[in-house]
Nanobody
C-alpha cells in the first residue's frame, strides 16, 4: 500500500557528487520522518541523515559538512545531496520513512529497495 522508490545511485570518482531521490506513494496520511540509511559491504546498516516534518535534521558524524538532506512535503520526496564523496561512502543506500496511512492506525516504518553508490578511482 506504500512504496518508497529511490533513484540517483551510481558510480563516481572520489571527490565527486551524487544526488539521491526517494518518492513515497500510496495510501499515505502523514509522513513524520524521512531519511537515508546505508549498508557498506560486510557491515551493518547505519543512519546517514534524517529530516522530520518540522525540518529538524540529523546527520551521521561521518557525513556532516558533505551531505545535505532535504524534503519536499508536497511531493512526499526526500533528497540526499552527496558531495566530496569518499571510497568509504560506498554502500547500498536505503530510503526510510515513518508514516501513518489512511487504512491502518499507528505509525509504521517503510523501506525502499536500496540503490548502490560506488566511489572509486
Amino acid at each position: 500500500q506504500v512504496q518508497l522508490v529511490e533513484s540517483g545511485g551510481g558510480f563516481v570518482q572520489p571527490g565527486g557528487s551524487l544526488r539521491l531521490s526517494c518518492a513515497a506513494s500510496g495510501s499515505i496520511f502523514s509522513i513524520y520522518v524521512m531519511g537515508w540509511y546505508r549498508q557498506p559491504p560486510g557491515k551493518q546498516r547505519e543512519l546517514v541523515a534524517s529530516v522530520t516534518s518540522g525540518d529538524s535534521m540529523n546527520y551521521a558524524d561521518s557525513v556532516k559538512g558533505r551531505f545535505t538532506i532535504s524534503r519536499d512535503n508536497a511531493k512526499n520526496t526526500v533528497y540526499l545531496q552527496m558531495n566530496s564523496l569518499k571510497p568509504e561512502d560506498t554502500a547500498v543506500y536505503y530510503c526510510n520513512a515513518v508514516l501513518s496511512t489512511t487504512t491502518m492506525r499507528g505509525r509504521y516504518r517503510y523501506w525502499g529497495q536500496g540503490t548502490q553508490v560506488t566511489v572509486s578511482s
